[in-house]
Structures are given as structure tokens and as C-alpha cells.
């Protein structure tokens, strides 16, 4: 990436199921992203466990000697439902507790093949990047074209204006490892000028009062 700017990533969150999917294609990229981290010397924080691609891509990221955090809701524990975590793990009470802790904790995201909970996180982080509650990069690994319907999907959101074309930036795509962490490192944050206006505190999820109309 010779005269770009490059973002320092030591701490990549990733979303995926836990479950494996029907294509071994999913497995395969989930071992391939957890070893493209640990051979560019950056941690994991993930969900925790060791079910389904969550298992994989800690896995194979605690093989290559990077650190691996799980984030885990406590109810998760209970009779050992999720598997052992593969490093260290946080629990915390609820899931709210836990994606703000991934937030704070990551300097990017990545989402791979999952379901609902993948989807919702995704989606989290990308509404949260919007309201300018952090400018981290987000990006999905579409694997043999995984995401290929939730990015049209998007792009149709942007025609009919319920997304800016700005905003459509945050959410960033790639069909291999190297090429989405390039990526992610090369991104520049694009904050709407009037949600840039939005002043957050630790404290207060309230938003200050403008006088226009956003598109959220």
C-alpha cells in the first residue's frame, strides 16, 4: 500500500457463527483469517467458546502466539454451553455489555459467514461508526460470495436514500484475509457533518437535539 496512510491495528473483533456452515469454505477462510492475524501481529477479540467459526479463527489465531480475548455473557457459561474459551476471557451480564466492550477494546472489525448474532453485530458497529460513536473500520470477508445478498441489499438502501452515500463507506468488503485487513488499514473515517455534532459521554446514551432531519 506504498503512499497510503496506514491505520495501526493491534486488536481485530470478529463476528462469525457458531456454527460452520454448510461450505468447508467457511472453515477453511476462518483458520486462513486467524492465521493472516497472528502472522501480522494482531490480537483477537471475539465472542468466546469455541463452537463453529468462533472456534476456528481463535484457534488457529492462539497457534500463531497473538492473544485471543473472549467476551462472553455469563448465562453462555452455564453447563459449559459454549466450549472453553481459547485464551483469556471476560465475562460480563448481558449482550449490550458485551458488544460495548468489544467497541472499546478493538481497533476494527471483521465479520464473517454467521447468523442472526453475527448480522446484529455487524450491523451495531456500523450504526455506531454513523452516529460517530467511534470511527473504527468495519469490513465482511465474503467468502464465495457469503454476503452478496446483504451488500446489495445495502447499495438498494443507498438508492432509495435511507442510507447516504457516505455512510455506505463505513461498511467495507473483500473476498480474501490480506486484501479486507489492507483495507481496513487504509481506511479513512468519513463522520456526517451533522452527526458529528453528537456529543457522547460514558454516562448518557442521549443525543443532543438538532434541527434537521437524519437519515438513520
Not at 481485530?12 to 477462510?29: M, Q
Amino acid at each position: 500500500m506504498e503512499g497510503v496512510l496506514v491505520r495501526k491495528i493491534k486488536k481485530i473483533c470478529v463476528f462469525c457463527g457458531a456454527n460452520s456452515g454448510k461450505d468447508v469454505a467457511f472453515v477453511n477462510a476462518a483458520f486462513h483469517l486467524g492465521k493472516v492475524l497472528g502472522k501480522r501481529k494482531i490480537d483477537l477479540v471475539y465472542g468466546g467458546g469455541k463452537l463453529g467459526l468462533m472456534g476456528c479463527v481463535s484457534t488457529a489465531v492462539a497457534q500463531h502466539e497473538r492473544q485471543v480475548l473472549g467476551i462472553i455473557p455469563s448465562a453462555f457459561t452455564i453447563n459449559n454451553l459454549v466450549g472453553e474459551t481459547c485464551g483469556k476471557e471476560i465475562k460480563v451480564a448481558t449482550m449490550q455489555e458485551r458488544l460495548v466492550m468489544m467497541m472499546e477494546l478493538s481497533d476494527a472489525f471483521i465479520a464473517l459467514p454467521g447468523g442472526f448474532g453475527t448480522l446484529e453485530e455487524l450491523f451495531q458497529m456500523i450504526s455506531w461508526a454513523q452516529l460517530n460513536i467511534h470511527n473504527k473500520p468495519i469490513g465482511v470477508l465474503n467468502i464465495n460470495g457469503f454476503f452478496n445478498g446483504l451488500l446489495s441489499f445495502v447499495d438498494h438502501a443507498v438508492k432509495q436514500e435511507f442510507i447516504t452515500p457516505r455512510a455506505r463507506k463505513i461498511l467495507i468488503s473483500a473476498t480474501t484475509a490480506d486484501e479486507l485487513v489492507d483495507k481496513l488499514q487504509a481506511f479513512r473515517f468519513e463522520s456526517d457533518p451533522a452527526l458529528s455534532k453528537l456529543k457522547w459521554s460514558p454516562s448518557s446514551s442521549q443525543k443532543e437535539k438538532l434541527d434537521l432531519t437524519l437519515r438513520l
